[in-house]
């Protein structure tokens, strides 16, 4: 059945062309016009000031209007921008008028990091879909920031999209001015002798807070192409079929603390080089090709510390460059079918041996994209990479023997998506597909853990009308995943879905299945724009069989969910506050055996100063309900009525020094208690030092953690003993950031962060029966010399192993970045990996953050060079 559907759905989305009309063709009545002169001399030579002879041939816009602080006035200071063109590119020239020069905030900052500086940014609508546009922008300091606006949602931004452009700014005595030079390969535009162009222009003054446009998108709308007004006068240019290479060198080193006595995989270090590049080559107007050879997949940054005491898996967002740009148009509403980490991910199968070489990733053997926007409203996005097979290498101390363990197959990674804009409101409707393929071998162990294939996908779409005032949002998807009987009796096992729980008489185990199936769906209405009330609704249902985890990212399968929120807000400034939002939300969540494991009712408040502060103000409270998923796979088991509040306190982001203070309280009937500073710093001693701090400090009481499952129960609880205890847990950790920006392009970044955490398990006892919500506590626990644990229940006696733990760990990054010529960037990292686990479980302090500089660890030395070579 859910096939059928999918199918329908699909097939709704690829009529939708005979549905659409071109936002292009619709009436213009009203919009300002910007006009662009072609230069017929000398083109500018950027240095920043506007003294070349072509800016004197272009007319002057002038005509911007405050949105912040008073919507609708006139500026206090005035602006005044040009534009003139050549075969090759688009000049943009501005001249930002100061009633006191000496009061331009201009610290020094790299590259898209500008909210903090006077700017100037313009946002084009190349297409003239009314929906996505390029926003291209520079500093009083000289700082370029570039992003992508996917959507018709000026908040709505895409930071992954870098192109190769420049920017100069100069001061005198009347202010500050900049020269933008965009070139025409660096855009994708529909073919055509003239061009008509969405345009909107914004200047940010950080020291008065005033925020001025072209076209200001009204305070209580959600909107932000489809108000453009419109750049004319750009005749004779031609979309480039650009063709770029980007060869790239690298060279590291891992030097290893502690290697281990008579490890012979491990003398104390490991040295790698290595050579590859990407190809970036357009394939007609609209569509860029991405292909890479060797490619280096390596991320800057480190993924933060936690120590993850749940059944659910953690996923950490994606640093890495080549996935990330154009991730926009890989993304669909819905479902997550694709999460890029699944690409070169640490391999599943396991190896043992006294001394074990295993990799902590798996090889990428190459990656290609396919991406961008056709005539009509029609965008697409495809990619497709395949990672090697992986193998560990195991050494036996007593025999000495050396073993190599197959632990990954080759894998083949597939990920396409096309959607589609339609209708005067710019409507959307897209299709998801993603496929995995395995080469596993029968008799293999990993055939026994992995899917052989899965695929997964499905439509979504966003109906909007009056202008996107409302809309009618939904998705319909389906999922297959086949392979040995094995893996898919751990797929039906796993968190997400637990088909063994005794008690569900909806979903059944079945060990000898070889496929399984599900299908998700959701429907939802909003009420996006309006003077103050807004709302929105959804429901939404997981089938128990749907799994992507093979390709994207699932936490969770059999689940019927409902959310409801209205909304207060008033944006014009009153006596007090600039402008203030309350909302109330309900949230309900059910198995498909028609069982509530979750409700909760929710409020926030948010309030704006004057002075631009913020105070955020939430409370939640959670009802009683049944889980499903607290027994890790046993019967159900009540939860109690719990309450949070939480109190967030921050002045304004473009403030020089930033501040922030976070309290979260919350309390349970059964004994649950959580509190939680957080606290934020950021200061900028000079206009090229800034420095921030991020303290977090996290105390918890949880009654209810799950320990272990074990045999002999009684009948209540279907023949298993389910045991839980309490536990005391406590995090501290702080996040220290230290930049040093040379140039706008040069810079020296550090970052560091210690962590420490502990837990402590005391008070055990188990499920007396299902749906219980108490527990049954033990009366006798002994702790044995080496840690174990002893129960004594009556007759019986069974021993768990030790729990309590300690854990510090730091980890740092120190990153050189010079962007030596335009697209070519140089980088030089030193990380730090320090980590140590003990059995204490002790409150952790300020003290065990200083602790973790000396616990042992590996140190990792990276230099890569890159350098852009446009050919075409």
């Known amino acids: 059945m859910i096939f059928r559907l999918a199918t329908m759905a699909c097939a709704l989305v690829l009529a939708a062309p005979a549905l659409a ?29 506007l003294d070349d002879a072509a800016w004197a041939l272009a007319p002057v816009l002038s005509d911007f209007v405050q949105k912040q602080p008073k919507e609708g006035a006139e500026p206090t200071e005035r602006t005044e921008v040009r534009f003139v063109y050549d075969a090759e590119a688009l000049y943009v020239g501005a001249r930002m008028h100061k009633n006191d020069p000496r009061s331009i905030q201009a610290p020094v900052s790299r590259r898209d990091d500008g909210n903090q500086a006077e700017h100037l940014w313009i946002s084009l609508d190349t297409y003239l879909d009314r929906r996505t546009a390029y926003s291209f922008g520079v500093t009083a300091a000289g700082t370029r920031i570039d992003w992508y606006h996917p959507t018709d949602d000026e908040n709505d931004t895409d930071a992954s999209f870098d192109p190769v452009w420049t920017a100069r700014v100069a001061r005198d005595s009347l202010g500050w001015t900049a020269e933008m030079r965009i070139p025409f390969s660096q855009l994708r535009f529909t073919a055509g002798s003239v061009q008509r162009w969405g345009l909107n222009l914004d200047r940010w003054n950080p020291a ?9 998108i009204p305070s209580q709308e959600r909107a932000w192409a489809s108000r453009f007004g419109d750049l004319v006068g750009i005749e004779g240019v031609r979309p480039s079929r650009r063709v770029e290479l980007m060869p790239y060198v690298a060279a590291g080193g891992t030097f290893h603390a502690a290697p ?16 590859g590049g990407d190809l970036k080559m357009g394939l007609g107007p609209a569509l860029t090709l991405e292909a890479t050879v060797n490619p280096d997949f390596g991320q800057v940054e480190a993924d933060p510390a936690e120590v993850n005491l749940s059944a659910f898996e953690t996923f950490f967002a994606e640093r890495r460059p080549f996935f990330i740009e154009g991730r926009q148009l890989l993304a669909g509403r819905g479902p997550e079918y694709f999460y890029s980490r699944r690409i070169g991910a640490a391999p599943s199968g396991d190896a043992a041996g006294d001394f074990v070489d295993f990799p902590g990733t798996s090889t990428i053997l ?11 409203g029609t965008s697409m996005g495809v990619l497709a990479a395949v990672t090697g097979r992986e193998h560990a290498r195991t050494f036996t101390t007593g025999s000495g023997e050396f073993q190599r363990v197959a632990i990954a197959p080759t894998t083949a990674f597939g990920v396409a998506r096309v959607q589609r804009q339609f209708g005067k409101a710019q409507s959307t409707a897209g299709v998801s597909f993603t496929g995995v393929g395995r080469a596993l071998d029968s008799e293999s162990s990993l055939a026994e853990l992995l899917h052989r294939q899965a695929f997964a996908g499905g439509a979504d779409w966003n109906l909007r009308f009056k202008g996107g005032e409302y809309s009618l949002n939904g998705y319909l998807g389906f999922s297959y995943v086949a392979g040995d009987s094995a893996a898919l009796l751990g797929t039906q096992l796993s968190s997400a879905r637990y088909f063994a729980r005794p008690d569900a008489d909806h979903v059944r185990l079945d060990p000898l299945r070889t496929a399984l199936a599900g299908w998700t769906g959701s429907l939802g209405v909003a009420r996006n724009s309006g003077r103050h009330w807004l709302f929105n609704a959804s429901l939404s249902a997981t089938s128990p069989g749907f799994e992507v985890n093979d390709a994207g990212a699932q936490g969770t399968a059999d689940d019927v969910f409902g959310f409801a929120r209205v909304r207060y807000r008033e944006t ?19 198995n498909f055996g028609a069982v509530r494991n979750f409700s909760a009712l929710r409020t926030d408040t948010r309030l704006t100063f004057k002075n631009y502060w913020e105070t955020l103000l939430t409370g ?3 009802l009683r309900s049944q889980s499903d998923d607290l027994t890790r796979g046993g019967p159900l088991m009540g939860t109690g009525q719990a309450w949070v509040t939480i109190v967030d306190v921050f002045n304004n982001s473009a403030s020089s020094t930033r501040l922030r203070g976070r309290i979260y309280y919350g309390e349970s009937e059964l004994g649950e208690r959580t509190y939680r500073l957080l606290s934020s710093y950021s200061m900028r001693p000079s206009p090229r030092w800034r420095f921030s701090m991020t303290p977090n400090y996290l105390r918890s009481t949880n009654p209810r953690q799950y320990v272990t499952t074990r045999p002999g129960g009684g009948d209540a609880t279907f023949g298993r003993r389910y045991v839980f205890s309490t536990i005391d847990r406590s995090t501290f950790t702080t996040q220290l950031r230290l930049t040093y920006s040379f140039t706008p392009d040069l810079s020296l970044e550090g970052y560091a962060e210690p962590f420490a955490a502990s837990g402590r398990y005391h008070d055990f006892g188990e499920l007396p029966a299902a749906r219980s919500r108490e527990l049954r506590r033990y009366g006798t626990v002994d702790t044995l010399e080496d840690g174990t644990l002893r129960v004594t229940e009556g007759t019986s006696a069974f021993t768990i192993a030790p729990r309590d733990f300690n854990v510090r760990s730091f980890r740092s990054n120190a990153v050189l970045r010079w962007e030596w010529r335009p697209g070519s960037t140089l980088f030089a990292v030193w990380q730090q990996d320090r980590f140590a686990r003990e059995r204490e479980g002790s409150i952790v302090g300020p003290g065990d953050l200083l602790e973790t500089l000396n616990t042992a660890g590996d140190n990792i030395l990276a230099l890569k060079v890159t350098y852009w070579l446009p050919l075409r």
């Open 620 to 622: 939640w409270v959670d």
């Open 260 to 275: 281990g006595a008579g490890n012979p995989f491990d003398d104390g270090s490991s040295l790698e080089a290595r050579v």
């Open 21 to 49: 009309q071109t936002p292009a063709d619709s009436a213009r009545a009203g919009r300002k016009e910007a006009r662009a002169v072609r230069v017929t001399g000398a083109s500018p030579v950027l240095d920043g000031r």
């Open 572 to 590: 014009q400034p009153g006596p007090y506050l600039r402008s203030y939002s309350m909302s109330l939300s309900t949230e309900n969540l059910w």
């Open 366 to 376: 190459g990656a290609g994209k396919l991406t961008g926007r056709l005539r009509g």
């Open 208 to 216: 008065t807070k005033e925020d001025v446009f072209w076209v200001p």
